[in-house]
């Protein structure tokens, strides 16, 4: 497996794959990587014929008081669990491969980089937005591919897709899940043990909240509201939303349908986690 450097370096091997016919896969990451980053590797090795993965801590999508100087940063780490998943490189480029100096240009995907994650974290999917932009520029890829706990994300994304008319396929693969249901994320390692607990209430939200639709109940407004009802039975976490929104747009519905996501987002301590399903 090649370790590669510099967009020159993405593009030529790119370009080399599918002058020979082959198809092209890229799975994005910030590293510090995990079974459920995994499981997109091995969604891309299925499905093309090489794949890349980048290993980049992106600074836009940070905010001035969030976790980018301590975000864990594992590359050696990182390129051995790629390797053994399929991955033929890892791209691990520089900040300032990414962002030359005097950089100017971000890509802002309006409305939606405003909700969910975006109301919480302004600037967040701008960042997103941008850097996926710059990997998917530089690869080429035939499909790029993302985790659904990443839901809002991935919308924000499919949209920047769609209106820049890029040529990669967005592809969403299921949230990969520890034994007792804790959504996999690289954050889980800033959790105590206490935390870890504390943690699974947004798993217990999420399958209640199923089993209220699976029931007959359809209303936001009930769905929403059991969901806090549980989250108030743990005082220490402090809920940032609870939203049922239509996937594609982000935007609130009233009515659960077959395809609308109900999202969730807690600090458990210092730790901010997110969860969602997806209805139907």
């Known amino acids: 497996m090649q370790i590669l450097h510099t967009v020159a370096e993405l593009r030529q091997w790119s370009w080399e794959g599918r002058k020979s016919g082959n198809s092209v896969g890229l799975v994005p990451t910030m590293g ?17 014929d090489q794949v890349a993965v980048s290993v980049f801590v992106n600074p836009t999508q940070f905010g001035p008081n969030e976790d980018y100087s301590v975000y864990p940063r594992t590359l050696e780490a990182d390129c051995a669990l790629a390797q053994v998943h399929g991955a033929d490189v890892v791209f ?6 990414l962002y030359p100096a005097g950089a100017a240009t971000f890509v802002d995907v309006e409305g939606l980089s405003d ?17 996926v932009a710059k990997l998917l520029i530089a690869a080429e890829p035939d499909r790029a591919f993302f985790g659904q706990k990443d839901a809002a994300q991935v919308a924000v994304l499919r949209r920047m897709v769609a209106d820049l008319r890029l040529p990669s396929e967005v592809v969403i693969c299921p949230i990969v899940r520890e034994p007792d249901g804790l959504a996999l994320s690289s954050r889980n390692v800033y959790l105590s043990a206490e935390e870890r607990i504390l943690a699974l209430t947004l798993i217990r939200v999420i399958l209640a909240t199923e089993g209220l639709v699976a029931g007959g109940e359809r209303r936001a407004g009930t769905l929403i509201a059991a969901a806090i009802e549980t989250f108030a039975t743990e005082p220490e976490i402090c809920v940032d939303y609870v939203e049922l929104v239509n996937w594609a747009t982000l935007e609130p519905v009233e009515t659960a349908v077959p395809g609308s996501l109900f999202a969730v987002a807690a600090w458990v301590g210092a730790t901010r986690l997110i969860d969602n399903t997806i209805l139907g």
Request: hydrophobic fraction near 45%.
């Open 32 to 48: 510090a990587l995990h079974a459920g980053h995994a499981s997109l590797i091995r969604a891309a090795r299925a499905s093309c």
């Open 92 to 97: 691990a480029p520089a900040v300032d491969e």
């Open 115 to 131: 909700r969910l994650d975006g109301a919480s974290r302004p600037g967040h999917f701008r960042g997103v937005a941008t850097v």
